[in-house]
T-cell receptor, first 116, second 113 residues
């Protein structure tokens, strides 16, 4: 696996509580992404970052916020968790997708989040 | 809306057979089409990718066929092995679009010994 560590790997939380998932990379890649994986939907982009403090929304960003204070860390926060946010969350990194070509996206092992 | 549609949802193939997974896309601006393989409990990993300037790309037992006019592409796994049993995702992206990937719904492949 590329140098990507997601934490925690599993979490159960109650509805209405805030939750923060962490993605840490050792590859010094500029781009970082948060996806969620749900049956029948594949993976859907939540938010992504193209540099320190530079982030933007993906297709399913409602109810989520992100922060990137260092190149190596990308945090995903569920402000007030709901049952619809029960999912498997994947962090991905990519080197330089804007250099006129696409480069491979490497994925972490995932975080299984259950909101009860 | 689902910009990339993948079928079938699940597939059972005998060892040595050919596995075929199909994807269709809507956005003609897409110009990068990767396939990802995911084993249980793991993250997706890039298997093979193609750009629309070629109609076919082969890497070992894995081949992507691409039909630009039909906006379709498919993954063929020749001589399928039990170790190929996994979930496969097609995806699409636009060059210069920050590497954001639009994924298909996924296909769970089971290769029976």
């Amino acid at each position: 696996d590329a140098g990507i560590t997601q934490s925690p790997r599993h979490k159960v939380t109650e509805t209405g509580t805030p939750v923060t998932l962490r993605c840490h990379q050792t590859e010094n890649h500029r781009y970082m992404y948060w996806y969620r994986q749900d049956p029948g939907h594949g993976l859907r982009l939540i938010h992504y970052s193209y540099g320190v403090k530079d982030t933007d929304k993906g297709e399913v960003s409602d109810g989520y916020s992100v922060s990137r204070s260092k190149t190596e860390d990308f945090l995903l926060t569920l402000e007030s968790a709901t049952s619809s946010q029960t999912s498997v969350y994947f962090c991905a990194i990519s080197e330089s997708p804007n250099r006129g070509k696409n480069t491979e996206a490497f994925f972490g092992q995932g975080t299984r989040l259950t909101v009860v | 809306q689902q910009q990339v549609k993948q079928s079938p949802q699940s597939l059972i193939v005998q060892k040595g057979g050919i596995s075929i997974i199909n994807c269709a896309y809507e956005n003609t601006a897409f110009d990068y089409f990767p396939w990802y393989q995911q084993f249980p409990g793991k993250g997706p990993a890039l298997l093979i990718a193609i750009r629309p300037d070629v109609s076919e790309k082969k890497e070992g037992r894995f081949t992507i066929s691409f039909n630009k006019s039909a906006k379709q592409f498919s993954l063929h796994i020749m001589d399928s092995q039990p170790g190929d049993s996994a979930t496969y995702f097609c995806a699409a992206s636009k060059t210069g679009n920050t590497g954001k990937l639009i994924f298909g719904q996924g296909t769970t492949l089971q290769v029976k010994p």
